[in-house]
């Protein structure tokens, strides 16, 4: 295993201890954020009910983020907590061109709307939308903006939770950064769109192509373990019982030793999410293989019910 840099990040000195955020007051918020969510139907749907959730790597902003599935995920959740684990929002491709569709629209109001009832929002950047680290320590509205914080779980462990960028600079490959720099993995997105496009067309359920060949790469499967390895490390020197983070967008479960190491992946390739019940119980949650679930069985309902309409011989 790697050592850690001689001079941690900021964020890895110590133990955390979170000053109580400082509150400002924002600039009106712009008509669309005060508008509906779109479907109506949001009342009539049974949801599912979590103690914490934690998201990451969503990219709104980018016509790669996923965000029909991720409203529907939200839409169909309720907890006591919600992390937002860094890149909800992608700065970076903002800076090359505007982007923002109405449903990327929907999804921040969502979030507003849960952090303003019974939810608490936590917000930790990550490194596309590291301008909000310029805001640490406030409020915005109804959510925290924190650099990195520890989370309790209902049975007593301690979770270091920060976005995991940071770790970059211990474990990247020059060979990674060739197959998935930033502007050949928007390429990789691009061609995950028309496929699924295509798979729309045939009726068939979102399917991801970019996470399926990242599956399938050596280097990428290389990097994911190496990753985990020294954030795991970084878990250990920390004296915590585990760390959730994003970043990589590969969601993972994994033990090292007395740490568990716990990534919730992306709304951009595979859709998931991290979850704790009610009991610190943790699981991922995989939305989108979900929703292909439900999507085939709807598709059988539909081919049951021809085949009743066909007379007997």
């Known amino acids: 295993m790697a050592s850690l840099p001689d001079t941690p990040p900021e964020t890895m000195r110590g133990p955390l201890v979170p000053a109580k955020p400082r509150s400002f007051t924002p600039p009106a918020l712009p008509a669309w954020l005060s508008e509906g969510e779109g479907d109506g139907r949001e009342g009539k749907r049974q949801r599912l009910r979590f103690r914490t959730v934690w998201i990451s790597d969503v990219h709104l902003g980018t016509a790669g983020c996923n965000a029909e599935l991720l409203l529907d995920f939200l839409k169909s959740i309720e907890c006591e907590t919600l992390y937002l684990v860094g890149d909800i929002i992608d700065a970076w491709q903002l800076k090359r061109g505007w982007y923002w569709p109405t449903r990327h629209n929907d999804v921040v109001r969502r979030v507003l709307k849960m952090a303003k009832h019974d939810t608490r929002v936590v917000y930790i950047p990550g490194n596309h939308d590291e301008l909000l680290r310029d805001f640490v320590g406030l409020m915005l509205g109804d959510i925290e903006i924190v650099p990195e914080v520890i989370h309790h779980t209902a049975d007593g462990r301690r979770l270091l939770v920060l976005h995991g960028d940071i770790f970059d600079s211990v474990v990247m490959y020059a060979r990674w950064l060739a197959f998935l720099g ?17 798979r729309t067309w045939m009726g068939l359920p979102y399917w991801s ?12 499967v290389q990097f994911i373990s190496r990753y985990e390895e020294v954030v795991a490390h970084a878990a250990v020197e920390r004296r915590v019982d585990g760390v959730v983070c994003g970043h990589i967008h590969s969601a993972e479960i994994r033990q090292f030793g007395d740490v568990t190491y716990y990534n919730d992946g992306d709304w951009v390739e595979s859709c998931t999410a991290l979850v704790e019940h009610a009991d610190g ?7 989108a293989e979900r929703n292909r679930g439900r999507a085939l069985e709807e598709i059988e309902r539909k081919r049951q019910a021809k085949l009743a309409l066909v007379p007997a011989a």
């Open 182 to 198: 930033d502007h050949a993995y928007t390429l990789l997105l691009k061609s995950n769109r028309i496929v699924n496009a295509v």
């Open 209 to 220: 192509l970019a996470a399926h060949l990242k599956k399938k790469v050596k280097n990428a």
């Open 281 to 287: 119980r943790m699981e991922v949650l995989d939305w």
